[in-house]
């Protein structure tokens, strides 16, 4: 192929990025974009949907000018981004019907509330493998229908679009003709049946939302459309999509079951890999489609800590403890161990597999001794300590033997962090050097589409580990630690719970 590059889009929830990727999977030219927030009540978050894709071209434009490439020198476009967030506009003007709903937004709890004292939530676990939560984008969607003036009767009328970012973001490269979105974020939406791979006619009845709203859901690699020429000076092929954690799991090349990524950031995402077969939770994790390729559909459980490198950021804004995150490395080191020092830190309750919205954070086991490193290396193993939890779930409801983990995201780069999880799992931990993986997991996609890479075995060859963390903790001292850390979660449950 005469092309030598791919260009991604990774549009997240405070930035868009894009990146230029070479045939070797490595970052030639990066750029970024912040853009607004929007707090309009407590619990509310919204992006103007028009600020996001002005930034998104932006960042695409800038890249490309500095690589210094010609436009012709880029085979096709790849697109990550922030799941759920959702975007309802009109077909006639292009034009959003109101700011977009961001997944962090509550407003839709108390309806979700509903769902589960109808006891609708099991149809919606059953279906879409999601739980019935306002984090999801199809509450989202019908709120929209129920508050904005007129989109009701425009919706039914056929002449309203939804979509997650996605699905905007390639209406607008398309110069506003394609409406589409891919498998992973169509089962992110609690409107997608993800075993009969279709929109649920029985959940968009209860939702009160007309299927003609609905994008096309095509797979995660395929040429879908090509780009207005006038937006980026050439009709690029846009030919891979999907959400940001199902794309790091495909940029980490965690292609078979039992694979497994987690990402290291303000929270954790872990996701494993299971094939074929959408594998049930007992743990309120969810089963989620990982990506459609290659004529069908994988599968992935997927388990979330709300705060992990948060806890970090915590240490240095709120405490004063430390003045950058990377110090925390040193300061760990400093002690051979946290002197029984736990911090569980619940500051929004706890995820899976507690599941408790009343816990609260805590720092147990404090003794005389204890100092500035045993309190930062807690933080630090607190959040390798929640890890371990989840990934225990995941191994439990999938039936698969955890045999690596692969990171990434900001916290990854603390070594200290890293040995500590390979001990408390017991397995290898694995950091690779380009920790763009979300970018680099939609270039992949949609370089595989349009022949850039052969197959998945191009890409596992482009694999170059940074380093690898192998367990070395003695049996016993790990069955202290987690022990400890098991009572240390006990005392922080059910702490705001009034009786
Ligand atoms: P997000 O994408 O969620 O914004 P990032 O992947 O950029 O997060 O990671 C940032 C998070 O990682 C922050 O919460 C920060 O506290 C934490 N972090 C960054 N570097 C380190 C480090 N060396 N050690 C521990 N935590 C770190």
Redesign the pocket.
């Known amino acids: 192929m005469a092309q030598k590059y791919l260009l991604a889009l990774d549009q997240?929830t405070?930035s868009s990025r894009s990146i230029i990727f070479n045939h070797r999977g490595e970052v030639v030219a990066s750029c970024s974009e912040p853009f607004d927030q929007l707090y309009p009540k407590p619990g509310w978050v919204e992006h103007d949907a028009n600020q996001i894709w002005n930034s998104q071209l932006h960042t695409a434009r800038e890249v490309i000018r500095q690589a210094d490439l010609k436009i012709g020198d880029i085979a096709a476009i790849g697109i990550a981004n922030q799941r759920e967030t959702t975007v309802v506009w009109d077909r006639n003007s292009g034009e959003p019907v109101c700011n977009a709903i961001v997944w962090q937004c509550r407003r839709t709890a108390e309806y979700c509330d509903r769902l589960k004292a109808e006891k609708f939530d099991r149809a919606l676990k059953e279906k879409t493998g999601l739980v019935a939560d306002a984090y999801f984008s199809g509450t989202k969607a019908a709120w929209i229908l129920n508050h904005v003036p007129g989109a009701r009767e425009k919706a039914e009328k056929g002449s309203l679009a939804f979509g997650t970012i996605d699905s905007w973001l390639v209406y607008k490269l398309s110069g506003c003709r394609t409406h589409i979105t891919d498998y992973s974020n169509a089962s992110r939406t609690l409107l997608y049946n993800i075993h009969d791979l279709k929109w649920d006619t029985e959940i968009l009845r209860r939702f009160d939302i007309p299927a003609s709203m609905l994008p096309e859901v095509r797979p995660s690699s395929h040429v879908y459309t090509v780009a207005d020429p006038k937006i980026l000076g050439a009709a690029l092929p846009i030919s891979g999509m999907a959400g940001d954690q199902q794309a790091a799991l495909f940029g980490q090349c965690c292609f078979d079951p039992g694979m497994t990524k987690n990402?290291?950031?303000?929270?954790c995402f872990l996701l494993m890999n299971t094939g074929t077969e959408p594998k049930r939770s007992e743990s309120g994790l969810l089963t989620t489609i990982a990506w459609g390729i290659d004529g069908r559909v994988e599968y992935a459980l997927e388990g979330s800590i709300f705060i992990?490198?948060?806890v970090?950021?915590w240490l240095?804004d709120e405490l004063k403890l430390i003045d950058t995150?990377?110090e925390?490395?040193a300061l760990a080191a400093l002690v051979e161990d946290a002197n029984g020092v736990y911090i569980v830190p619940a500051f929004v309750g706890l995820g899976a597999p507690y599941w408790d919205p009343y816990a609260r954070g805590s720092i147990l086991g404090l003794t005389r001794g204890a100092n500035r490193s045993h309190i930062v290396r807690a933080a630090?193993e607190s959040i390798a300590f929640q890890t371990k939890d989840v990934a225990d779930c995941i191994s439990h409801d999938s039936g698969l033997t955890l045999s690596e983990l692969r990171i990434d995201?900001?916290?990854s780069?603390?070594n200290f962090?890293c040995q500590f999880q390979a001990d408390l799992l017991q397995t290898k931990v694995t950091r690779p050097k380009i920790l763009e993986t979300t970018a680099r997991g939609a270039a992949y996609l949609a370089g595989l589409a349009v022949g850039f890479w052969k197959g998945k075995e191009e890409l596992i060859r482009n694999v170059v580990v940074d380093r690898e963390f192998f367990p070395r903790m003695p049996l016993v001292q790990r069955q202290n630690l987690l022990r400890g850390w098991q009572r240390a979660v006990d005392r922080s449950r059910g702490w705001e719970r009034v009786d």
Request: proline share 0%; hydrophobic share 40%; charged share 10%.
């Open positions: 997240g405070t990402t290291y950031g303000t929270g992990a490198g948060a970090i950021q240095r995150a990377a925390t490395e630090l995201g900001g916290a780069a603390n962090l």
